[in-house]
């Protein structure tokens, strides 16, 4: 008997899951342009993350066991560096998490590994079909993971995950968050683990999307505001 088969039984369809992540962040979308909602799904961002990484969990199909191995390894590591930058400032800059973030430990989410995880699984992902050279898919991994902070930052601020001394988020951020995500993107050449997943590029196009709408929003109140 073929375990793998056994476990194939109980896959959702990836045509599903690529609808179900459509219709979450579509829902999000509307949920945070909504004032009388948006304080309930600001609240359910650290779930966002842990959601996204489920779907991918459920939509591998990478064929090595290090991969889980690598998975906590990044957690871990993503992890201890916010922990070190949230209470010492020298990595990222000064900035703070909030209480919307879920459980804490050392001042940092605990969701903030899964953060790492998911954000970095989604980059490798995604550069893999574009160049069979190892430090060239590494770079540009570590590009895409800059990109995204890049939205992220604006969106997370207007969405109260964090705030930042000062009110603006330092060249210092971005510097750190492209050589972290770099040393960790190279775990995976190094450690010759090739990532299957067809649900990486969409989460990672419908992340971007959501955080460009977010900021949108964010835009139009303020000019609403005047």
């Given at each position: 008997?073929?375990?793998?088969?056994?476990?194939?039984?109980?896959?959702?369809?990836?045509?599903?899951?690529?609808?179900?992540?459509w219709?979450f962040f579509s829902v999000?979308?509307?949920?945070?342009?909504?004032?009388?909602t948006?304080?309930?799904?600001?609240?359910?961002?650290?779930v966002t993350f842990v959601?996204?990484?489920?779907?991918?969990?459920?939509?591998?199909?990478?064929q090595?066991?290090k991969?889980?191995?690598l998975?906590?390894v990044?957690?871990?590591?993503g992890?201890?560096?916010?922990?070190i930058?949230?209470?010492?400032?020298?990595l990222?800059?000064?900035?703070?998490?909030?209480?919307?973030?879920?459980?804490?430990?050392?001042?940092t989410?605990?969701v903030m590994?899964?953060s790492?995880?998911?954000?970095?699984?989604?980059?490798?992902?995604?550069?893999q079909?574009?160049?069979?050279?190892?430090?060239?898919?590494t770079?540009?991994?570590a590009?895409?993971?800059?990109?995204?902070?890049?939205?992220?930052e604006?969106a997370?601020?207007?969405?109260?995950?964090w705030?930042?001394?000062?009110g603006?988020?330092?060249f210092?951020?971005?510097?750190?968050?492209f050589?972290v995500?770099?040393?960790?993107?190279?775990?995976f050449?190094?450690?010759?683990?090739t990532?299957k997943n067809r649900?990486?590029?969409?989460?990672?196009?419908?992340?971007?999307?959501f955080?460009l709408?977010?900021?949108a929003?964010?835009?139009v109140?303020?000019?609403?505001?005047?």
């Amino acid at each position: 008997m073929n375990p793998n088969k056994n476990i194939d039984r109980f896959r959702i369809p990836e045509k599903e899951l690529r609808k179900f992540i459509w219709i979450f962040f579509s829902v999000g979308i509307v949920g945070m342009a909504i004032p009388w909602t948006r304080e309930i799904f600001i609240r359910l961002v650290p779930v966002t993350f842990v959601v996204c990484l489920v779907i991918l969990g459920m939509a591998d199909h990478t064929q090595n066991r290090k991969l889980f191995w690598l998975s906590g390894v990044i957690f871990i590591v993503g992890y201890l560096v916010e922990v070190i930058g949230v209470n010492t400032g020298i990595l990222f800059g000064h900035y703070g998490y909030s209480l919307h973030m879920g459980p804490a430990l050392m001042g940092t989410p605990l969701v903030m590994g899964i953060s790492w995880l998911m954000l970095l699984y989604l980059s490798v992902t995604v550069v893999q079909p574009v160049s069979e050279n190892p430090a060239i898919r590494t770079l540009m991994a570590a590009v895409l993971m800059v990109v995204l902070d890049f939205l992220l930052e604006p969106a997370a601020i207007w969405m109260k995950m964090w705030r930042w001394e000062g009110g603006h988020v330092p060249f210092t951020n971005y510097l750190t968050w492209f050589f972290v995500s770099l040393v960790l993107a190279t775990l995976f050449p190094l450690f010759r683990v090739t990532i299957k997943n067809r649900l990486a590029l969409p989460l990672y196009i419908a992340q971007m999307i959501f955080f460009l709408m977010i900021i949108a929003i964010s835009a139009v109140e303020r000019l609403i505001k005047g």
